[in-house]
């Protein structure tokens, strides 16, 4: 059991820049979540997988804002014209499956956007 | 609208002085109560879950219990490695694609000192 990895750990980017992070999941989990995080609050629900299907998003997930996990396995968040609004620490996390699962977490993506 | 709210805010316990954190659920009937134990620029780290009111975990120094309104993390003896953030999480049980997402609280920062 290697654990749920996140790629790349830090990102600093330019207002209106694109950027992409990636999530490999514990192997043989179903289910992928993506969480983001800011300063002194909780992880916050943006959008989850099972299998390769995305099953729901959250409000917070903007048009700007796209998640994909082609064949079930790794997958990636994708934030178009970044804004200052979007730093943050974005996790990924993975169970085995739904409801009552313990959900398993990377450990994040620091995004910075200058 | 499900929500968490866990108090207190910060916690500075002496090394030996055992304490309780407190976590207050509102929830359209609860699946599964998660606490995350969560270290400064990581992802959060899975401590228990619990499932119904009553029921009890143990885990070293930590002691988890739920009732139908609330869960309390006991902390007996806490050393200087204790200190992070820890962060109460529930699931709701019910229809549709919601299942799965995790609602966090802010969490509680606990600081034990020698």
């Known amino acids: 059991d290697t654990g749920v990895s996140q790629d790349p750990r830090h990102k600093i980017t330019k207002r209106g820049q694109n950027v992409t992070f990636r999530c490999d999941p514990i192997?043989?989990?179903?289910?992928l979540y993506w969480y983001r995080q800011t300063l002194g609050q909780g992880p916050e629900f943006l959008t989850y997988?099972?299998?390769?299907?995305?099953?729901?998003k959250s409000r917070l997930l903007s048009d700007r804002f796209s998640a994909e996990r082609p064949k079930g396995s790794f997958s990636t968040l994708e934030i178009q014209r970044t804004e200052q609004g979007d730093s943050a620490m974005y996790l990924c996390?993975?169970?085995?499956?739904?409801?009552?699962?313990?959900?398993?977490f990377g450990p994040g993506t620091r995004l910075t956007v200058t | 609208e499900d929500q968490v709210t866990q108090s207190p805010e910060a916690l500075r316990l002496q090394e030996g002085e055992s304490s309780s954190l407190n976590c207050s659920y509102t929830?359209?009937?609860?699946?599964?109560l998660f606490w995350y134990r969560q270290d400064p620029g990581k992802g959060p780290e899975f401590l228990f879950t619990?499932?119904?009111a009553g029921e009890e975990k143990e885990k070293e120094r930590l002691k988890a219990t739920l009732t139908k309104k609330e869960s309390f993390l006991h902390i007996t003896a806490p050393k200087p490695e204790d200190s992070a953030t820890y962060l109460c999480?529930?699931?709701?049980?019910?229809?549709?694609?919601?299942?799965?997402?995790?609602?966090f609280g802010r969490g509680t920062q606990l600081t034990v000192w020698p």
């Open positions: 996390a993975s169970s085995l499956g739904g409801a009552g699962y313990e959900q398993y």
């Open positions: 192997s043989e989990h179903n289910r």
């Open positions: 997988f099972q299998n390769e299907a995305q099953l729901e």
């Open positions: 929830v359209s009937g609860l699946r599964g």
């Open positions: 619990l499932y119904s």
């Open positions: 999480a529930v699931q709701a049980r019910g229809r549709g694609s919601t299942l799965g997402r995790l609602y």
